[in-house]
T-cell receptor, first 112, second 114 residues
Framework: DAKTTQPNSMESNEEEPVHLPCNHSTISGTDYIHWYRQLPSQGPEYVIHGLTSNVNNRMASLAIAEDRKSSTLILHRATLRDAAVYYCILRYGYNQGGKLIFGQGTELSVKP | SQTIHQWPATLVQPVGSPLSLECTVEGTSNPNLYWYRQAAGRGLQLLFYSVGIGQISSEVPQNLSASRPQDRQFILSSKKLLLSDSGFYLC?????????????FGPGTRLTVT
C-alpha cells in the first residue's frame, strides 16, 4: 500500500475553514484517496474519497493536486464537533476486499 | 438502513482468560467484515477481514482468531488473553460504491486485560 504523510496535529478556530494536507508522493494511477475521521471514543467514520477530480459532499471537500501526489481535505466552517483525528488513506479500488490500512492521522483541535 | 452492533461495550478480563467479541450487521447482505484494534493513542491495526462465510484473512500473527459463522456475524476470539491484548476493538463492514469500498464502523468494545 502506498504511504501517506500527514501533520501530527493542527489547530483551528470555530467557524473558520480548515485545510488538512496529505502527501502521497508514491501514489499509483489506480489508488483512490480516502479520508476518514475518528471522534473521541468512537469508531472512524467515512468522510470522502476521490481519484483525480476535486470532490464535494455534505461533510467536506477534497482537493487533489494535478499530479496527485498530495491532497487536501477542506472543512468549510469548523465546528467544535469536527475535533477528531483525520486519516488520509490510499486504496486500490478493488484490492483485497476493501481493507483499509490506517496511519497515525492528524489530530484536529477546534477552539471556540 | 444498515446498522452494526458490537458487544459488549466494555470488558475487563484477567490474563489467561478466554475472549469472545461479537459483531453483527443488519440491513445488508454478503458484506465484507473487518476487525481492527486500537491500542492507547492513535493508530488502528487491521486484525482480520472476511469476504464471505467461513472466509477469514489474518493480517497479523497473534493469539487472536476470527470466525464468520453466518453472513452478517463476525466473532473475534482468544483462548488465553495477554496484557498486550488490551485496547479498543472495532468491527466494520463495507459496501462497494463508485468502484471503491466505503467502510462503516461499529461502536467498539473497550477491552482491559488485568
Amino acid at each position: 500500500d502506498a504511504k501517506t504523510t500527514q501533520p501530527n496535529s493542527m489547530e483551528s478556530n470555530e467557524e473558520e475553514p480548515v485545510h488538512l494536507p496529505c502527501n502521497h508522493s508514491t501514489i499509483s494511477g489506480t489508488d483512490y484517496i480516502h479520508w476518514y475521521r475518528q471522534l473521541p471514543s468512537q469508531g472512524p467514520e467515512y468522510v470522502i474519497h476521490g481519484l483525480t477530480s476535486n470532490v464535494n459532499n455534505r461533510m467536506a471537500s477534497l482537493a487533489i493536486a494535478e499530479d496527485r501526489k498530495s491532497s487536501t481535505l477542506i472543512l468549510h466552517r469548523a465546528t467544535l464537533r469536527d475535533a477528531a483525528v483525520y486519516y488520509c488513506i490510499l486504496r486500490y479500488g478493488y484490492n483485497q476486499g476493501g481493507k483499509l490500512i490506517f496511519g497515525q492521522g492528524t489530530e484536529l483541535s477546534v477552539k471556540p | 438502513s444498515q446498522t452494526i452492533h458490537q458487544w459488549p461495550a466494555t470488558l475487563v478480563q484477567p490474563v489467561g482468560s478466554p475472549l469472545s467479541l461479537e459483531c453483527t450487521v443488519e440491513g445488508t447482505s454478503n458484506p465484507n467484515l473487518y476487525w481492527y484494534r486500537q491500542a492507547a493513542g492513535r493508530g488502528l491495526q487491521l486484525l482480520f477481514y472476511s469476504v464471505g462465510i467461513g472466509q477469514i484473512s489474518s493480517e497479523v500473527p497473534q493469539n487472536l482468531s476470527a470466525s464468520r459463522p453466518q453472513d452478517r456475524q463476525f466473532i473475534l476470539s482468544s483462548k488465553k488473553l495477554l496484557l498486550s491484548d488490551s485496547g479498543f476493538y472495532l468491527c466494520a463492514w463495507s459496501v462497494k460504491r463508485d468502484r471503491v469500498y466505503e467502510q462503516y464502523f461499529g461502536p467498539g468494545t473497550r477491552l482491559t486485560v488485568t
